[in-house]
């Protein structure tokens, strides 16, 4: 069963975007905990088929169980993996989907482990990596990139005003020894930047470390373009025909790559948009999951060659 802990950003609003139906394939990109996925799972019954991905093997496993616990006999399939390698996998195997949901970033689970380093109010390794096998960590790019590249990295991912300065602090402290911890990195932060309301000033630096360090903007466009080409393949891809994609981001420079990218589909004829454009949550909801509060639900259905097909194609 889903941990009771866990409550999955926008589950009503998600469930009624992708609107799935007994016997489709649901392919979700970021299956965490598995709360979307166990909410999603029990409609494809009969003959549905999930498709779990995750970069992190431990919510890979933990969703599959919660999928498994809320609906007994479906067919269940994890993918532990970066979800710009899903597509061509699903193609590949001859899989099309007829739902995808990426529900982006970390879970909370993450952000709570000290030993993960991705929180600033947890000492623990300045890690970050949503993969624990993958290549780098923060503190490697806190350790090895030049001061330009840290002050873009701050700027464009963490628009942190204050970038050239926590740059600069960064280069001047590892001359003197490594940067290790979190505690480390967020006092270095708090010594060049000004609290910001009741914002720690730490916030926008561990954002962009984070999205620096599992290239969160490049796998997004990855997918974004993956979903581009299932569209216009019309079902003979990795995607069926009429199949239904969500996103859930969760910063502006997420939403504005998702925001263009469907826009476009649309624009091309190859999608309708589902719903008003973004859903984001109610009172209600940010007042028992805070962290719900900056979500944006996007989502579009493709088109089915037996649709009306749009004048100027
Ligand atoms: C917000 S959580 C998803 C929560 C999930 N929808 C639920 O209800 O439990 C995001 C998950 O996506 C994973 N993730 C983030 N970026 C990824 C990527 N590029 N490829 C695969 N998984 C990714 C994270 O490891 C995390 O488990």
New binding site residues.
């Given amino acids: 069963m889903p941990d009771p802990r866990?409550i999955?950003v926008l589950l009503a609003e998600v469930v009624e975007a992708l609107g799935p139906r007994p016997g489709e394939c649901y392919a979700d990109?970021?299956?965490?905990?598995?709360?979307?996925a166990a909410a999603i799972a029990p409609a494809l019954r009969p003959g549905g088929r999930v498709i779990l991905?995750?970069?992190?093997p431990g919510?890979l496993s933990r969703?599959a169980e919660a999928v498994a616990g809320a609906a007994p006999g479906v067919e269940v399939r994890p993918f532990h993996g970066?979800?710009?390698s899903l597509p061509r996998r699903l193609a590949a195997e001859g899989v099309a989907a007829d739902i995808v949901l990426a529900?982006?970033?970390?879970?909370s689970c993450?952000m709570e482990d000290p030993a993960r380093g991705f929180a600033f109010s947890r000492e623990g390794p300045l890690d970050m990596r949503?993969d624990p096998t993958g290549p780098t960590t923060a503190a490697d790019l806190v350790a090895t990139l030049p001061e330009a590249e840290l002050v873009r990295i701050l700027r464009d991912y963490g628009e942190e005003k204050g970038a050239r300065a926590v740059a600069r602090k960064i280069v001047a402290v590892r001359r003197e020894g490594s940067i290790a911890t979190t505690a480390q990195l967020a006092e270095i932060v708090r010594s060049v930047v000004r609290r910001d309301g009741g914002i720690d000033p730490a916030t926008r630096t561990f954002q962009a470390l984070r999205i620096a360090v599992?290239d969160?903007l490049g796998?997004l466009e990855g997918l974004l373009a993956a979903v581009a080409r299932g569209a216009k393949a019309q079902g003979t891809g990795w995607l069926a025909a009429g199949a239904r994609v969500a996103i859930v981001s969760f910063h502006s420079l997420e939403d504005r790559m998702v925001k263009r990218a469907f826009g476009e589909l649309v624009s091309a004829g190859l999608a309708e948009a589902v719903g008003r454009q973004p859903v984001t949550p109610g009172e209600n909801e940010v007042g028992v999951n805070p962290r719900a509060r900056s979500a944006k639900l996007r989502a579009i259905r493709l088109r089915k060659s037996c649709d009306a097909q749009p004048p100027g194609l």
């Fill in positions: 866990h999955p990109c970021t299956a965490g905990l598995g709360g979307h991905g995750d970069l992190d919510n969703a970066n979800f710009v529900d982006l970033g970390f879970a993450q949503l599992n969160e796998a």
